[in-house]
């Protein structure tokens, strides 16, 4: 063997251990503590509408579930519901297409008319925010005109997403309803 040649090959065998001691780290990895630097926390605002059918032609909520006591229940108590909503620029449903929300509601409350909503609001009417996500987990007292959401997390463009939203009935019939949703979110990306 020439001296190129033992060179190439003990640089061959430096980086196989390398790469390998690298993986044997991995394979044994469970937790790391590190500086946390990130970049600039910036809010986004949204401002969109969420259609919320139970029937009609095209419903996109449906009740997968209830106690035996809620058809009685004044407040539907323990009903529970599974959504994939449209989230729409305008009122209009047939406005611009922002994103879904989609999750699971339910009445939560024996004394009131209230909810308990995790949903995942996740938006595709934009390049910017294709796909990311916002997890909102609150209770949703719906008889109230204005009402205030936790978002408790995010993906995509909101990962490490916090903020709240408010939130008010724009329409509703029957079963079915239109909600006014104005998002402030916190994050990073
Ligand atoms: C409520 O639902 C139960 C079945 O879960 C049914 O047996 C009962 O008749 C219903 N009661 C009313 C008032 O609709
Ligand atoms: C929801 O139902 C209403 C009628 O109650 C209808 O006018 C509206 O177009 C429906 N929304 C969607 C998104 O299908
Ligand atoms: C969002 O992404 C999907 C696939 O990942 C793509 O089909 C769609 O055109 C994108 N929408 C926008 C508005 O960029
Ligand atoms: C959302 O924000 C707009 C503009 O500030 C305001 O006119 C509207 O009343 C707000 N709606 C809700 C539900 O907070």
Same mark, same amino acid.
């Given at each position: ?93 047939? =406005?611009?297409?922002?994103?879904? #929300?989609? @999750?699971?509601? $339910?009445?939560? !409350?024996? %004394? ?53 939203? =408010?939130?008010?009935?724009?329409? #509703?019939? @029957?079963?079915? $309803?239109?909600? !006014?949703? %104005? ?7």
């Amino acid at each position: 063997m020439g001296a190129v040649e033992c060179f190439s090959f003990l640089l061959v065998v430096m980086v196989l251990s390398i790469t390998q001691s690298q993986a044997d780290q991995n394979v044994n990895w469970w937790s790391e503590t590190v500086p946390y630097e990130m970049g600039m926390k910036k809010m986004t605002k949204l401002h969109f509408y969420l259609h919320n059918n139970i029937t009609g032609d095209y419903p996109t909520a449906f009740k997968i579930a209830e106690t035996p006591g809620a058809n009685i229940s004044a407040t539907r108590f323990g009903e529970l519901f599974m959504v994939d909503n449209p989230l729409t620029e305008g009122p209009d449903p047939n =406005s611009r297409l922002v994103g879904r #929300a989609q @999750g699971l509601y $339910g009445s939560s !409350e024996m %004394n009131e008319l209230s909810l308990i909503m995790g949903m995942s609001l996740v938006f595709t009417g934009d390049k910017k925010f294709n796909g990311s996500t916002i997890s909102v987990f609150t209770r949703n007292p719906i008889t109230h005109k204005e009402r205030e959401f936790a978002i408790v997390g995010g993906t995509g463009y909101f990962r490490y997403a916090h903020g709240f939203i =408010s939130s008010k009935t724009y329409w #509703a019939s @029957g079963k079915n $309803g239109i909600v !006014e949703y %104005n998002c402030s979110i916190v994050h990073f990306e």
